[in-house]
């Protein structure tokens, strides 16, 4: 630590302190040539970054790399400054270095390559200079595997598949050639081919982790569910992380019916501390499914977090009230909105459902008077209380509850399509409802609920055949039994009797209790 190290050490700190990022530049680099201090020449280089001074950045790179040869980011920085200045610049030499450093820290460092080439060059030109690396390498199967990825980004399957070809053939013994070929085959669509390649490959490669995922993967896809299991069960010896392994294990064990197993492997996804939101979710089905709903409940309430989280709650209550606990499962849901007031809409209408089934109209309709009191702007609530009040024909209330929701929000669609169904369907305002489900139609046009509203208003203007085309739109769409009592009662008005109990015993068939269809079929006394 000399007198002029130290001087440029504080002088260039106190200069970066105050802004002056030239100076501290100058300051950085001069402490880094006295030193030969890498960590200077790093500063010095992020300082002319942050100034866009590419050419101070390339002096300051390049003699980082000259103190610290096996810094991996500086190689790629120094590269990516140099090709940025010039594209023909010559740096072949620091990414076979980078080949070296990546291969030390045990990843592919022609990958790594092509993550800094590939921001500044344009993609052929990348790909050349990929070339020229790769050829440097005749030996290393990384640098092929490297330009077949390359190719499957770019979407040259047939180039893609030439290059995995040759990798397997020049390579036969490294297992991921087998890999990227499979995945150039399913980029393709030719799942048969990918699926023959690996039964292939982990006959051969019989504890490669990648390829027995693969293969397992791919059977599932193609619903060969034991099969699968089978490969999964391998996979879980030889995987060091075994969760993921134990997760599909689970699940396809109880897509077997083998719920014992299922419930095994799950406890020993709760026992690694992995995906335990998941586990315990199933874990819950599988003991509901037996009957234990006190087990259930308490494999529900563990389900925290995740894409099962509401379904966990809402079987907690179901439970709860199959128990005839329905004073409890009221109990769990209000301390629930205490205990998560973010989520206080979510299980105020989990409460509602609950006293649908349980309790009485009145009863509903003052919670949800509660509950808006609470949050009067909460559209979730707002539309939920206005489709209730319109299965007790109170279209004032769901009136004033939609509109506020459109208020709220011009382009809630269904908002705008239950409004403009249920006055088509309980009053004589037709022209408001074609309004109305003409706005959601043109937010949503594929919407097969839309679509059926749309058919129904017209019925109800007189206009037969455009109400037809709409339903039969709907019906091609959802061939649900709204839909179809909808469908079948407009053909039976215009004399198509026929196409009409058609169209009503293909949902009897599936559904013979259909209330929708049965409702239509004895007002027209059929």
Known sequence: MTEDIIFNLLAGEVAAQRG????????????????????????????????????????AATL????????????????????????????????????????????????????????????????????????????????????????????DYAEAEKLANTLVATHPDWPKGYLVLSRVYLAQGNKPRARALLAEAVGRFVDDPLLLSAYARILVDAKELQLAYDQFLKLEKVEKDAA????????????????????????????????????????????????????AIRWYQRVENGEFSDEAQARIVRLMASDGEIREALDWLQRKRIQYPDQAARFYL??????????????????????????????????????????????????????????????????????????????????????????????????AAILDSMGWVMFRLGRYQEAIGYLRQAFEKLPDPEIAAHLGEVLWVTGEQQQARKVWQGILDKSPQSEYVLEVMRRLKI
């Open 20 to 59: 002056a990022l030239s100076e501290a530049y100058t300051h950085q680099l001069q402490v880094a040539q006295l030193a030969g201090d890498a960590k200077s020449a790093e500063r010095a280089t992020r300082l002319a970054l942050h100034m866009d001074r590419d050419d101070l950045a390339v002096k």
């Open 350 to 447: 989990m409460e509602v459902e609950l006293l649908r089934e349980h309790g009485t109209p009145e009863q509903v309709m003052g919670l949800f008077d509660t509950a808006i009191s609470a949050m009067p702007n909460n559209n979730d609530l707002l539309y939920a209380r206005g489709l209730y009040a319109a299965t007790q024909k109170r279209v004032d209330i769901l009136e004033r509850d939609l509109l506020q929701v459109i208020a709220n929000d011009p382009k809630h669609a269904d908002a705008l399509n239950a409004l403009g169904y249920t006055l088509a369907d309980q009053t004589n305002r037709h022209q408001e409802a074609l309004d109305y489900i003409q706005r959601a139609l043109a937010l949503k046009p594929d919407s």
């Open 244 to 295: 993921a392994a134990s997760y599909w294990l689970g699940l396809i064990a109880l897509e077997l019916k083998k719920d014992e197993a299922a419930k095994g492997h799950f406890m020993h996804l709760i026992e690694l501390d992995k995906r335990t939101d998941v586990a315990a979710y199933y874990l819950g089905r599988i003991a509901e499914s037996k009957g234990e709903s006190k087990q």
């Open 64 to 155: 980082w790399v000259e103190l610290a040869p096996d810094d991996l980011t500086a190689r790629q920085l120094v590269v990516v400054l140099m090709l940025r200045h010039d594209v023909n610049a010559s740096v072949l030499e620091h990414l076979k270095a980078i080949v070296h450093i990546s291969e030390d820290k045990d990843e592919n460092g022609f990958l790594n390559v092509m993550a800094a080439i590939n921001r500044e060059l344009k993609r052929e030109t990348a790909l050349d200079l990929m070339r020229k690396l790769v050829g440097a390498f005749p030996d290393d199967p990384r640098g092929g595997y490297a330009l077949a990825i390359a190719a499957m980004v770019d979407k």
